[in-house]
């Protein structure tokens, strides 16, 4: 169970994360969504102990330190592996320091995704180098995998194939916390959304309680950021007025 | 193994119903017998790319329906007869049937007119 | 050589993952022959105050020769040091640098951060410029014991003042 009890993260005046308290039990698929600048990469930060914060995570009931660290993976947009050396290389580094890291599943993925094992990561497109961000974060043994945003540039095709793959391949303690934009493509396949707006949380919602109450994901997030959709129409009949 | 090859998500219905759904429309059509085996929970959640709990409702449903019997470590399997497969047959055609009659309703057609409607139709197929 | 390919997998496991250890021993080993050369700067300071103590061929009596810790430091004004000491500074740099690498291309730091070993990070970045920092000061030790040895080879008996190795590690404050 990770737990986040009253996290507030800020840069000199500007808040980030605001009083945010979650709960997250093991084998959950959850969507972190927000807008650009809402506080999703700095709360996954924090949990990951990137950053200093007030309030306190825990991981069944310890605080995250190098005891335990290796029970979180993380895998983001700005990419965190070693560009220098080969995957190969990369999988010979996890073995040495993560006990529970899965060479069976890293050779899958390697093989599914058709990425070249001996070549140096720098060397890849930027998809192949997402897919890779992706593999190793899904290889390492980790209960908890945090995803920032990990599909930029990957086209639509490449991302299917990902959510498939990732429902086939997840034990049933494995959770997944992915920050996206893509509201659309992953509702059906996460269980829960949080949804963060100006560092605090605006929504908490499972997919079941969604389904009880009749509403689709896209229309829950819309109503959670009070979106006008008559907004474009507004500026449309402004314009035709000019005319 | 009971392939989930045709299915095609669409908008509207939730995903486990539409798989309750497609499993029963299957068992009318024939291509799903007695004793078939069902794909693991997990399996079914990767092919289809939707959330494990969404296929655990889905066989939860069909279980209760008294459809399939799971088995502990082993993969459930469809339990059908003749009277369970009528059943399921008669209960698809009311479904559908019911959204056709609200349909026509909302567009304003009388019940004469939708007999003469019918037996018109009918007669083409022939 | 076994020996030798075991110490460039330890070494290269010391290093920012990627690095391309032959290039940085090259390097190493540049550097070191560099400071080296620069510590025969001496030698200039030394020539000229050992042809004070002759005339004509021959030792004028009474003359002393400078202090060997003159001749290396004051007299030449540290010159012979500043190889050795720029050395260092390239380490600290090589520091710095390997630290900053994890920042280039891909944000490995994070990888590294998330590491339960938490001296990986530090072992990868100081491992090299310490051994190298090691490397220059036993050259630097090793170049001053040279010229030691040679001071008391080149300058006639009489002429070498008494107790340089005392004065050497300034533990006599006398200055001839």
Known sequence: MLELNHITKAYGTKVAVQDVSLTIPQGEIIGLFGENGAGKTTLMKCILNFLRYKGDITLDGQPIQHQNIARLSFATCEHSFFPDITADAHRAFYQAHFPNFSAKRFYTLMKFFELPLHQNIKRFSTGQKNQFEVILALSQGADYILMDEPFAGNDVFNREDFYKVLLGILEPHETVLLSTHLIEEVSDFIGRAILIKKGQIVGDITTDELEEQGISLMDYIKSAYSYRSDRVMEALEELDEER | ?126 | MKIRFFQRDWLQERTPPGLDLSLYCMKLKVLLVISFLFAQAYWSSFVYFRSNLFQNGHLVPGRMMIDFVDVLTVQSSFVPFFGFVSVILAMIYWMFAFYRSFYNDSMSIYTMKRLPDRWELHRRCLTLPLLGIGCVLILMVLTVALFYQLYFLLIPKEAIAPHQLAKLFGLMKQRS
């Open chain 2, 1 to 126: 193994m009971i392939s989930f090859d045709h299915f095609q998500k669409e908008d509207g219905l939730p995903v486990y119903l539409q798989i309750v759904f497609y499993i029963k429309r299957g068992v009318v059509a024939g291509t799903i017998q007695d004793g078939d085996i069902l794909p693991s929970r997990r399996v079914v959640s990767a092919l289809l790319g939707v959330n494990p709990n969404t296929v655990q409702k889905a066989y939860r449903i069909l279980e209760e329906e008294d459809l399939i019997q799971s088995r502990s470590g082993a993969k459930s399997c469809m339990v059908l007869n003749e009277p369970v497969i009528r059943k399921i047959r008669r209960e698809l055609v009311e479904n559908d049937t019911r959204s056709i009659v609200h349909t026509l309703r909302q567009m304003g057609l009388s019940r004469e007119e939708v007999h003469s409607l019918i037996d018109r139709l009918w007669e083409q197929e022939v």
